[in-house]
């Protein structure tokens, strides 16, 4: 069974850094690519970055050249590092497989506020 374990969240004003963190049971870390999702209150849950099995990145527009996905692959592990945060970024955000094929986790919660 895949399980997913995010952390690193936290209140952090604008203009600061975050460092997130998944870890997933389930041995799929060399099958899939993966994934960091967010959703913000009254919407819904969008990808904002992804990661292919041999490292090609690719963001949403909204978090493109101020966050940066990578994966540890021997720790089944995939980081988010969110650099330049603005209040629209606060969430909770979550990782799953690119297409989230699995049961979500509990996510972490991120709120950028002065």
């Known amino acids: 069974q895949v399980q997913f374990v995010e952390s690193g969240g936290g209140l952090v004003q604008p203009g600061g850094s975050l460092s997130l963190a998944c870890v997933a049971s389930?041995?799929?870390?060399?099958?899939?690519?993966m994934g960091w999702y967010r959703q913000a209150p009254g919407k819904l849950r969008e990808l904002i970055a992804a990661?292919?099995?041999?490292?090609?990145?690719n963001y949403a527009g909204s978090v493109k050249g101020r966050f940066t996905i990578s994966r540890d692959n021997a720790k089944s592990t995939v980081y988010l590092q969110m650099n330049s945060l603005k209040p629209e970024d606060t969430a909770v955000y979550y990782c799953?497989?690119?297409?989230?094929?699995?049961?979500w986790g509990q996510g972490t919660q991120v709120t950028v506020s002065s």
């Open positions: 990661i292919t099995i041999r490292g090609i990145t």
């Open positions: 389930g041995n799929i870390f060399s099958i899939y690519a």
């Open positions: 799953n497989s690119n297409t989230a094929s699995f049961k």
